[in-house]
């Protein structure tokens, strides 16, 4: 019986792996535009994750935040199931963009642009525009 189970969750972690790259590669496809931005933003985020994680201008919190994002995006449970079109991606998007602007508040903007490995406008959209600095008033 355990065989059985283990054989079944090992099929199921590589037919999930599976369509990972398989999305990765399509999304390379894409013509530019909001499909390709979405298609892009996961593995963006990931790999952003990956090379923020030992920058000492990173607060720990924010570190937490962003392996909380990555952990979502890589748990096999989810809000709504990943087999559905379209909406599947879903809600691993909205949970990332939710942490990854929770963490952006205290990382330095040139840090997180400088681990961004896609195009930084989106980061920029995603973020709310470049940051200026603060008015004094006299």
């Known amino acids: 019986m355990w065989t059985q189970l283990g054989e079944a969750l090992a099929i199921a972690a590589v037919l999930i792996g599976l369509s ?3 999305m990765v590669v399509l999304a390379k ?15 963006a985020c990931v790999t952003a994750a990956r090379r ?6 990173v607060p720990r919190r924010a570190k937490v935040a962003l392996l909380i994002a990555v952990l979502w995006v890589l748990s096999p449970i989810d809000l709504i199931p ?12 909205v949970a990332v963009v ?16 400088e681990a961004w490995p896609e195009d930084p406008r989106l980061l920029e959209r995603l973020l709310g525009g470049p ?5 004094k008033d006299d």
């Open 20 to 22: 990972w790259v398989a």
């Open 29 to 43: 496809r894409l013509p530019p535009g909001l499909a390709r931005d979405l298609a892009a933003f996961l593995p």
């Open 52 to 57: 923020l994680r030992s920058r000492p201008e």
């Open 82 to 93: 990943e087999f559905l079109p379209v909406i599947g991606p879903l809600d691993d998007i």
């Open 98 to 113: 939710l942490l990854l602007r929770y963490a952006a508040r205290s990382i330095p903007r040139p840090v997180l642009l």
């Open 131 to 135: 940051r200026s600095p603060a008015k």
